[in-house]
Every structure is written in C-alpha cells, then in structure tokens.
C-alpha cells in the first residue's frame, strides 16, 4: 500500500514538473536560507536569492513578501536559466543619501536577461527628495550622475508590470537596449518640481511596449531617445510632467534614427506640454525621426498641447548653432480633443533647411479659455496637411525667421 502511494506521489510529481507554470520554484527571501526581515537590508538576502533562482533550471521565482525593506544596492544580472520572475510584495527603500550607492547611477538594474518578469504590486521607493535638491544638472554640465530607481538593460521578451515607482532620485525607469518588452499597469510618481524624475526613457530598443500606466513626475511622463522603433504606448495618463516626447534627440555624435512611434489613447493633465518632438538646434550629426503616430489623445489644461521644438536647448547646453541636422517625417497628430492652458495650442517649429516633411493634423479640437486672445498655432518650416475638424489651427502664423531656443 505505502508503495503504492508513493508511486502515485511519484507520478503526481512528474506531471506537475512537466507544466513549468504550475510549479516555478520559489526563492523567498525571508525563507531560512535568506533570512530577509521586515525592517532591516535585504541587498545580501535578495542578491543571493537571485542568482540561485537564475541559476535554477526550470522556471523560477524570487519573492519579497509584504512589508517594508531597505535595501542598498541591487545589480540582477542574467543570463539565467530558465524564464525568472521577480515578485515584489512589499515595499523596497533605497538609501535617502544616492553617495551610501554602490553604482552612481543606478539603485536598482537588470541586466541580460531573456524572459524576466518584474511583479508583485509592490514599491520601490527611491527616497529622492534630497538628490533633486542636491541636482545642479540644470547648470553644471559636467554634473555627477545621479541613480535612477530601475535601470533595465538588454533585456529581452520580458515584462515589468504592476508595480510602483515612487520619488526616484532622477529617470524611474530607464530602458536601454531592450526588446520585445511589455510595461504595464504601472504607478509612476513624484512630485511636479522635483527635477529630472523622467518616468519612462527609452533608448536604443525596440518592440517596446508601455499600456496602463499612470504617471506623474516632474520631468517627461515617457520620453523615446535615438535608437528605438516600434515603440506603442496605449492607455497612459500623464500628469502632473512635461508630457509624452520623443527626444531629446540631436544631442550626442552619431545618433542612429528613430521609427515607428504610435501613441495612442493617452490622456494628459497639467502637464506642460502635450505630444511633442524635441531637438537640439546643434545637432553634431544627421539623424531622422519618421513615422510617429499621435491618436485618440485628451489634453486637460496642458501648456502646449502639440509640440515639434527643433530649438531645443535647455539651460542653454547647445552652442546656440542651430540647425538642428535631425530630419523629421511621416509624423500625424490624429483626434487631439481637450483643453490648453496657453492659446499657442499647436506649435510646430522645424528646423531651417531640413524642413519636417509630410505632417498631418486631423481632427484637432483644442480649446483655450483664458483671456490672452484666441487659440492659435505656429508653423515653422513645416506645411502640414489639414483635414478634418482644425479649429483656428491651419498655421496660423508661419514664421521663417530665426526663432529663439526654447528651454523646457
Ligand atoms: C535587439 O534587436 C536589435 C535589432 O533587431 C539587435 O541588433 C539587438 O542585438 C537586439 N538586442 C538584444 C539584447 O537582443
Ligand atoms: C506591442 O503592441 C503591438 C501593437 O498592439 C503588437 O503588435 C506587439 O506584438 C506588442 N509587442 C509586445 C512585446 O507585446
Ligand atoms: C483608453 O485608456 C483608458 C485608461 O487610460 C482605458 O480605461 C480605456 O479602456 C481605453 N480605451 C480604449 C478604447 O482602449
Ligand atoms: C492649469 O495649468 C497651469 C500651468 O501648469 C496651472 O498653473 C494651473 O493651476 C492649472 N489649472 C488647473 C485648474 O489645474
Ligand atoms: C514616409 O511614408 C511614405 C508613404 O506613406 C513612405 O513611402 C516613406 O518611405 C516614409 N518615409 C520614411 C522616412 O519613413
């Protein structure tokens, strides 16, 4: 009978391996073998709850219960085995002072991993108030880098999904050579005047994709820099930040293009700018920008609603030496309903000799309520094609002398 029994359990083991899902061991780490407590540093715990989860052969996943840890520093570094997910429950604080860092510029990366999930509902809390006021980044070029929450770097197939960026010291999630990634039901936040709290930036990946998201930071709610195609961001609300950009582009040497930008469905509130393409007017090397796609946007009280800034330069960290060498095309602005906070609802200023080339607005019904004159919109080196519902929009003025640099 007993080996019976323990034939049956036998088989019933095997099956169970068999469906990876089911049966993903589980790295705790406030298991015995980690010892992780509520309270207390969890970087040595969680550092080697990591790489026996990554090390694992079939599916794995590392877990932080509920409750609130510090922790120090944190570098998961694949690649790994089999697919790995990292469930966290609680709440992680970095160090309120970025110098107690071991990387300068990152709290907590992953890096070269193929399938991660990033899970939990939990926080991490970046504690930034004294770094953002501790940033001179507005006016020391050279200044020293400052960590940003989550840095996430070439990942592959991968997913981070419900789980909270909170304060971070500068950008919360910085993407850089990633592909085929999903980001999703995500809380981004920090407060309007903290600066450089970037929420998303993405850089030289492609197949991105960021839905259900809330963000509200000081700085860009998503920002896309050279490098990155098929990026779709769908069901995003943005607000309080400077608002979805692509850019800054046009700033370093050699800059490889940008395509295939669709963002869709995204509602803006307070923010200071609505879509918008920024570049540097000292643009070092050539570049192009091509097919970005704005549709189904609501603008609630946004300063500047649709936005191609060619004279970018804030804290004036360009030479001054427009133009900018980044040529931009195939951009529509698609159903962009709402309120704007400035009568200059519509600005597009591209750059003098590389005029921006096929331009679409359609269906744009903005309105401002203030008593600085009626809602307008500029046009510089741009004749976009009109269709659809424009109010006063059509390039209301059009200007082809030298504009001033912009600086936000
Ligand atoms: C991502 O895709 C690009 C282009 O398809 C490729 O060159 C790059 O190696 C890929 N990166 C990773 C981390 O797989
Ligand atoms: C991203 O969204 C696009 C369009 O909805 C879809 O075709 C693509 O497969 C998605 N990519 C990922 C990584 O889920
Ligand atoms: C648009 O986004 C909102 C969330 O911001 C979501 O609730 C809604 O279902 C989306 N609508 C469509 C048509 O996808
Ligand atoms: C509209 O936006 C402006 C500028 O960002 C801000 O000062 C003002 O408080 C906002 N109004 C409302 C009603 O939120
Ligand atoms: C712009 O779109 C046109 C057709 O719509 C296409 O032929 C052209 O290759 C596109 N240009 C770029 C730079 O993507």
Redesign the pocket.
């Known amino acids: 009978m007993a080996m019976k029994l323990s034939f049956l359990a036998m088989l019933l083991c095997l099956l169970l391996a068999s469906t990876p899902k089911a049966h993903a061991s589980v790295f705790d780490v406030t298991s015995a073998t980690y010892g992780a407590k509520p309270g207390s540093d969890v970087s040595t715990a969680l550092a080697k709850a990591w790489s026996d989860a990554c090390a694992s052969p079939s599916a794995s996943k590392v877990v932080v219960p509920s409750g609130t840890y510090k922790l120090k520093e944190a570098n998961f570094r694949g690649p790994c085995k089999a697919p790995i997910e990292m469930q966290v429950q609680g709440t992680l604080q970095a160090p309120a002072d970025a110098s107690q860092l071991t990387r300068p510029d990152t709290w907590v990366g992953f890096q070269y991993i193929d399938m991660l999930t990033l899970s939990g509902g939990g926080t991490f809390d970046g504690q930034g108030a004294l770094s953002w006021n501790q940033n001179d980044c507005h006016k020391n070029k050279n200044c020293k880098p400052i960590p940003v929450n989550l840095r996430f770097e070439f990942l592959t197939n991968s997913k981070v999904q419900d789980i909270t960026s909170l304060n971070s010291k500068f950008f919360h999630m910085h993407v850089f050579r990633c592909n085929h990634t999903t980001f999703q039901q995500l809380t981004i936040t920090a407060p309007d005047d903290s600066r450089n709290t970037d929420g998303i930036h993405i850089g030289a990946s492609t197949g991105i994709n960021i839905t259900h998201a809330k963000i509200g930071t000081g700085d860009d709610c998503i920002s896309i820099g050279d490098d990155s195609h098929e990026i779709t961001v769908t069901d995003v609300t943005c607000g309080p930040g400077h608002g979805i950009s692509i850019g800054s582009l046009g700033k370093y040497k050699d800059e490889k293009d940008v395509t295939g930008i669709i963002v869709k469905n995204c509602t803006l509130t ?1 923010t ?1 700018n609505g879509v918008r393409i920024k570049t540097f007017p000292d643009s070092p090397s050539p570049s192009t920008a091509s097919g970005i796609h704005y549709e189904d946007i609501i603008m609630v ?1 946004v ?1 500047n609603p649709i936005l191609v800034d060619q004279l970018y330069c804030p804290y004036t960290q360009c030479e001054q030496k427009p133009p900018s060498k980044v040529k931009i095309s195939n951009v529509s602005f698609k159903n962009i309903k709402g309120s704007s ?1 400035t009568p200059l609802a519509v600005k597009l200023v591209c750059t003098t000799g590389i005029p921006c080339e096929n331009v679409e607005l359609t269906d744009i019904d903005l309105t401002y309520g203030g008593d600085k004159g009626p809602l307008t919109s500029m046009c510089s080196n741009v004749k976009p094609t009109i269709t659809g519902v424009i109010k006063g929009l059509g390039c209301a003025t059009s200007s082809l002398a030298p504009l001033p640099l912009s600086k936000k």
């Open positions: 307070n200071d009280n300063s906070f």
